[in-house]
């Protein structure tokens, strides 16, 4: 009949497009769950081989010789069927040992007993086949208590794994719900048909509907393999990343209970999840009540906390994000915590790097004293002060006499060691806050804050003074210095140091002229 050469060309048909899915999933074997994938579509094909032999069998007895076999591939097909449903939908960690063994012995518990059947007969009590056209039909099967017990495990087994992929499905994005739903529907029809093989639910048919389900079945993982790629395009359960986060989580409740925290958060609070879980966080974590509160209309918050003594502290990027469930405004908090110590320890050597720079950026490498660059942005900062306060500022320009003839006479070195000497005696002088500048080659100098005309004069004379006095020793030799002084003050009235600057250079000028080894003042301070 045409219909029976159709049913075993759908056999066979559904047996070479299964075991083509094993073959492109074992060449994926890298990917998570392939190597399951591949075992079970390749004991699917083996089911429907052997079917379609127990149809094609000339004699009932030939068809019951194919039957043993037959129910070795449709026992494995479950151990790798479940196996590959726990490691596509993210729980490959209850995989143990234990487990696989349990697994995958019960297909060679089942076949020791079909191959044992005659002794015992708990399998298969009786089965009847007779000829219907040219196929072997089946009349009547009598069942033993192992296959039930067998069937029983194998529906459960097939309900979990669905149970899972929904599951899943529902938290997932929307390729891996396409991927799920056809896996789902080819699970359903070889369930229902193997269903109503077994209990015999449509009279008069003597072929058996499960090689028509599994066909379907191929067909349908066949179409998530190679059209939403089910094996290159893996979800992973949002469990599995919670738990491997480096970020610490925790999840509160509305009263800002702890009801959940991932083992980065444990590592953090250094406790254990049962010491956490169910504890007010401000008990579990004292730092809490130093971050920012969460009004209920407000999406997030973010804050920094430092935890821990100087030597071993730490600090934390602290984000808390409101969580919605539904039609309420608030369904409690989620907390994460990154360490972002390794960025705060660059930032704080990058910020010391950026100080010593400008400090050597503001000082003269030879004496150390300030450089001119740095004399302009200190007068405007003292000459604003001095607006504010009402106190004046005064400068003294130094210049060392005849400076030229020690390096002539002793040499250059000399020369340096007589401007280190000099910026030794002068930073002596000063007070605190006073600012003494290498003002040019063998010129300096110095801002008197808060210092009145007459009081900068007797300073300057001062410093001339212990200048004068001063002895260098170089080389055996002792040089004896004197310094030209010029001073002038800031008043009230200036908008910027540009006319005081020149007024003490003409006052230094002035000393010159006047036999050198003098101080001289600004005549319109006179």
Not at 97 to 114: A, M, R
Not at 235 to 263: F, G, Q, T, Y
Not at 408 to 435: C, M, N, P, Q, W
Request: charged share 20%; net charge neutral; proline share 5%.
């Amino acid at each position: 009949m045409f219909w029976q050469t159709g049913y075993i060309f759908i056999i066979f048909a559904a047996a070479s497009i299964s075991a083509a899915v094993a073959v492109y999933a074992w060449q994926r074997r890298e990917q998570k769950g392939a190597l399951a994938f591949a075992g079970m579509m390749l004991a699917v094909a083996e089911w429907l081989i052997t079917s379609g032999c127990v149809s094609l069998s000339r004699t009932p007895e030939q068809a019951r010789w194919w039957v043993d076999p037959r129910f070795f591939g449709l026992t494995a097909m479950l151990a790798f069927y479940i196996v590959f449903i726990i490691q596509y939908s993210g729980h490959s960690k209850w995989l143990s040992k234990p487990l696989l063994v349990v697994f995958f012995s019960i297909p060679v518990i089942t076949q020791i007993v079909i191959e044992t059947n005659s002794w015992h007969h708990w399998f298969i009590v009786d089965v009847g086949f007779s000829p219907d056209g040219s196929l072997m039909g089946i009349d009547s099967v009598t069942y033993g208590p192992f296959f039930w017990f067998h069937t029983v495990y194998s529906y459960l087994l097939v309900l979990f794994g669905i149970f899972l992929i929904l599951q899943m499905a529902v938290r997932s994005f929307h390729i891996y719900r396409q991927q799920v739903l056809l896996m789902v529907f080819g699970i359903i029809p070889p369930l229902f048909t193997s269903v109503a093989d077994a209990f015999l639910l449509i009279p008069g048919l003597k072929h058996p509907l499960a090689p028509i389900g599994f066909a379907i079945m191929g067909l349908c993982f066949g179409a998530a393999l190679f059209r939403h790629q089910m094996l290159e395009i893996v979800p992973v359960a949002r469990d599995m990343v919670i738990e491997s986060m480096s970020d610490a989580m925790i999840v509160l409740d509305i009263h800002d209970k702890v009801v959940d925290i991932n083992p980065a958060a444990q590592s953090f609070l250094a406790m254990d999840a049962l010491q956490i879980i169910g504890k007010p966080i401000r008990e579990v974590f004292p730092q809490w009540r130093d971050l920012p509160n969460l009004p209920d209309n407000q999406a997030a918050a973010e804050s920094e906390i430092q935890v821990g003594d100087p030597e071993t502290e730490r600090f934390f990027d602290v984000r808390i994000s409101t969580l919605k469930i539904r039609h309420k405004a608030q369904g409690g908090r989620v907390v994460v915590l990154r360490d972002i110590t390794p960025r705060k320890q660059a930032e704080t050597k990058l910020k010391q790097l950026q100080e010593k720079f400008y400090e050597q950026s503001i000082h003269d490498p030879l004496t150390g004293l300030y450089n001119r660059r740095f004399l302009n942005e200190a007068l405007e900062r003292e000459i604003s002060r001095a607006k504010r306060s009402g106190h004046p500022v005064s400068i003294a320009i130094l210049d060392i006499d005849f400076f030229k003839e020690v390096n002539d006479t002793y040499g250059h070195e000399a020369g340096d060691v007589a401007l280190i000497h000099l910026a030794g005696i002068l930073s002596k002088l000063t007070r605190a806050g006073d600012f003494v500048f290498r003002y040019g080659g063998e010129e300096f100098l110095i801002m008197l804050p808060a210092t009145s005309h007459a009081s900068a004069h007797q300073f300057a004379e001062r410093c001339r003074q212990h200048i004068e006095g001063a002895v260098l020793a170089y080389a055996d030799q002792h040089i004896h210095l004197t310094v030209s002084i010029g001073v002038a003050t800031f008043g009230p009235q200036e908008t910027g140091p540009e006319r005081v600057l020149k007024a003490a250079d003409a006052a230094l000028y002035q000393a010159k002229t006047s036999g050198r080894n003098c101080v001289m003042i600004d005549r319109e301070n006179k």
